[in-house]
């Protein structure tokens, strides 16, 4: 029985993301391919009694709900401090539901676009160096996104990072185990979809 799987995610970016989530998923689980329904949010997760609400409905037509929310969301104070502070609330806010998981990245999505940094360089046309081999260690005080700015604007073209442009085009024909090597909390969300569907873990 094929999984159908409802994923609730921030914005343009994440949706950027289900492209390159497709393809992976579907040579690791021939046959197995779930259906995947992302609901994409304006910029921020719902918080408290919503997700709870958003969660009921969507599990009314789904074997499975996943949020995904960035750690750093720019608000001040800051309303997750790490990737297990995020879950945590999250699984308060919804309650005792086996067929919720949550995720995180950390800090923000950009962390997992991050191991692809020749891309990133060739984009960009710049040749700054990553700020860090261990993405998900890039933190509150300077989120990933930011880094990535960073890059675009020092490189020839003289441009700001666009979430959703760029990182279409820094994922394409990416391998995401490449990025989940890197980024446990990448691949702990990986691995969530692939024992939903009865794959074997990364």
Known sequence: MTARIAIIVEGGTEKAFEKTLRGFLGRLLP???????????????????R?????????????????LTDVYTGSQPHDFETAADAKEKMRQWVGPESRFRPHAAQYDFEAWLLPY?????????????APSSTPETVNHQKPPSKHLDEVFRSGQNKRSYSKIRDGVRILRDQ?????????????DFLNTI?????????
């Open 175 to 187: 391998d995401l185990a490449v990025s989940a090597a890197a980024c446990p909390e990448l691949k």
């Open 117 to 129: 940094w020749p891309t990133i360089q060739a984009l960009a046309r710049s040749n700054r160096g």
């Open 194 to 202: 692939l024992a939903l569907c009865g794959g074997a873990a990364l």
């Open 31 to 49: 046959g197995q391919m779930p259906k995947l329904q992302f609901i994409t949010e304006d910029g921020r997760i719902p918080k408290e009694d």
């Open 51 to 67: 997700l709870r609400r958003d969660v009921e409905r969507l599990l009314k037509t789904n074997d499975a709900v996943i949020a």
